[in-house]
C-alpha cells in the first residue's frame, strides 16, 4: 500500500508540470489566434479591400437598424410617450397665437444646444477615429467670439445674425473694456453643452463593460478585451503606456467619485479606460456620469475655454503676428496673410448694413479645406469600423460552429 501511495504521488509531480505546460500552450495558442484574427480585421479597410470593406459595412448597417428596432420595440410605451410629447409640441408650434414668441425663442435655444451637444458625442463617443470638434468647430467660435469683442469692445452683438455670424454693436462705445468674465459668460452655454456631450459620449463603454460583466458574456469590445488582458498582465507591466493606464483604473477603483471627476477634469487620453473600469466593477450609473458630467462640462471646459480666451487675446495675437514677421527671411511673407486675415475679419465685424469685403484668404481656404478632409476621414473610419464589427461577428459565428461540432 505503501509503494503504491509512493507511486501516485510521484506520478501526480509528474504530471503536474505538464498540465501547467499544456495549460500556457493553450493560452499561446489562444493569444495567438485573437492576434491573427485582429490582424485580419484591421486589414478590412476601404483602400485595401473597398468592395468587402463596403458589403461588410451595409451588412452591419442592417444588423444595428435591426437591433435599433427590437429595442425600440421593447421599450414601446416609451416610445408612444414620446412620440404624444412631440405631437403636443408640433400642435403648439402651428398653431397662431402670442405663445409664438416664446416657442420661437424656445426653438432656437434647443436647436443651438442640441448642435453642440451633438458635436460634443460626436468627439469622444469613439465611432471610427472620432472627429475633434473642438478644434474644428467650437474652439474657433470661442477665437472668433474673443476677437470680435476685443474689435467691437462689446459681446452684445445683434441676433440676428449671432451666432451665425458676428458684426459688432450699431453705435457701440469700442473702447470699452472688455475682460476673461465677459467673454467666458458669452460662450458658456455652447461650452458647456459641448462638454455634456462628451460626457454622453463616455457612456458606451460603461455601458458594454458592465453589461459584459454582469451576463460573464464574452466581451465583443476590443477595448474591452486589452482591458482584461491588461488586468491579468499587471504584475508584468513596463511600458509606459501601460503603467499608466493601470494608474487611472487604480484611482476610479480605488478612490471613486473624486477619481473620476480628477481623471474628467483634465485632457486625457486614457478617460475611455476610466469607462470601461467603472463599468467592469460595477460602479453605480450616477456615480459614474455624475462625475463626468460635472468635470467635462464644468471644470474641464472652463480650463479649455480659458485657455482659448487667452491665446486669441488682441495683445496675445498683436504679439504673435510681430513675432512672425520677425522671422528671418521668410518673416515678413509669413506675416502678411496673418494680417491681412485679421484685417478682413475686422472688417467683417463693422459691416452691419452691407456686405463685407469677399477677399479669400488662403489661410481661411486652408483651415476649410482641414475640415473637410477631417470629416471625410471621420466617415470613412466608421464604414471601416463597422465593416470590422461585422468580420468579427462572422469570427465568433465560425468558432461557435467548431464548438459544436
Known sequence: MAANGDSCEQSQRR??????????????????????EKEERLSLVLWRKPVTTLHYFLLETLIKL???????WQRRGAVLLFLLVCSLFSMAYSTEGGHQEYVQYLEKKFLWCAYWVGLGILSSVGLGTGLHTFLLYLGPHIASVTLAAYECGSTDFPEPPYPDQIICPPDEAFDQSISLF???SKVRLEACMWGAGTAIGELPPYFMARAARQSGADPEDEDYEEFEEMLEQAQNAQDFVTRAKLGVQHMVQKVGFFGILACASIPNPLFDLA???CGHFLVPFWTFFGATLIGKA?????IQKLFVIITFSKHIVEQMVSLIGSVPKVGPSLQKPFSQYLEAQRNKLHHAGGKAPADENWLSWIFEKVVLIMVCYFVISIVNSMAQSYAKRLQQQRHSEEKTK
Open 15 to 36: 504530471s503536474g508540470p505538464k498540465d501547467k505546460q499544456n495549460g500556457k500552450s493553450a493560452d499561446s495558442v489562444l493569444r495567438d489566434r485573437r492576434l491573427k
Open 66 to 72: 435591426k437591433e435599433l428596432t427590437l429595442k425600440l
Open 182 to 184: 465677459t467673454i467666458m
Open 275 to 277: 469607462g470601461i473600469t
Open 298 to 302: 464644468i471644470i474641464k471646459m472652463h
